[in-house]
């Protein structure tokens, strides 16, 4: 005898978990643009819930990312992914503004984007919110400390953007022979050598052709 029934999840919050299901980029089924459409058919249906709309905002933050080393298909333009990003995270506060974790990615958002001063906002704000949990304080606004170091230092002192273009290249490469990993791995080296996060975006969106190639 069944004595607890599990109760389905109404039409929006079944499309949003596909959507969660789909942007795992660890599991085989990984379909960036797949993920994408569940979370806007989410919003359609619901589209007061605030983390809808941040999840799809942090769908397209990652697109370039994911591009890179996993490829996403064509229906999004890399050129326009952070602005889609920056309008869904800004509706997602417009119904929910005690979520730390959207200011932080906000803050990244603007990284990408080269507007500092804003990201240093962004990050502020983040650090200065009351605490709704234990795992708030201790780690997302640790993070959003951190991310203001690093917009205070720089992300290197002598950064090698030649070097950095050519991880990202090698970063496709291995990309396209489906070694994931390894194409994470020189991304993330990409990373360290950038000049900022501003650059490392604009040369993704600059070697488009070669990530859909």
Not at 51 to 64: D, M
Request: proline residues 4%; glycine residues 6%; positive net charge.
């Amino acid at each position: 005898m069944q004595l607890f029934r599990r109760v389905p999840p109404d039409e929006a919050e079944s499309h949003f978990r596909q959507g969660l299901y789909y942007r795992n980029r660890r599991s085989k089924e990984f379909d960036f643009d797949l993920a994408v459409e569940h979370f806007k058919e989410a919003i359609r249906l619901s589209p007061e819930i605030g983390r809808y709309h941040a999840e799809l905002g942090k769908a397209y933050v990652a697109a370039p990312l994911l591009a890179v080393t996993h490829g996403i298909g064509n229906s999004l333009s890399l050129e326009e992914s952070l602005e889609l990003a920056v309008n869904e995270l800004n509706q997602a506060l417009q119904y929910d503004l005690t979520q730390i974790e959207i200011y932080l990615v906000l803050g990244e958002v603007y990284m990408y984007m080269g507007k500092k001063q804003k990201a240093i906002d962004a990050f502020q704000l983040a650090a200065r919110m009351p605490s709704i949990s234990f795992i708030d304080g201790l780690f997302l606004k640790s993070y959003a400390r951190r991310r203001l170091k690093y917009l205070e230092q720089g992300m290197l002192k002598q950064p090698q953007p030649k070097v950095a273009q050519e991880c990202i290249e090698q970063a496709i490469s291995y990309r396209n022979e489906g070694k994931y990993h390894l194409a994470e791995k020189e991304l993330m080296q990409a990373f360290k050598l950038a000049p900022d996060w501003a650059w490392l975006y604009k040369t993704i969106c600059k070697l488009g052709v070669k990530v859909y190639g």
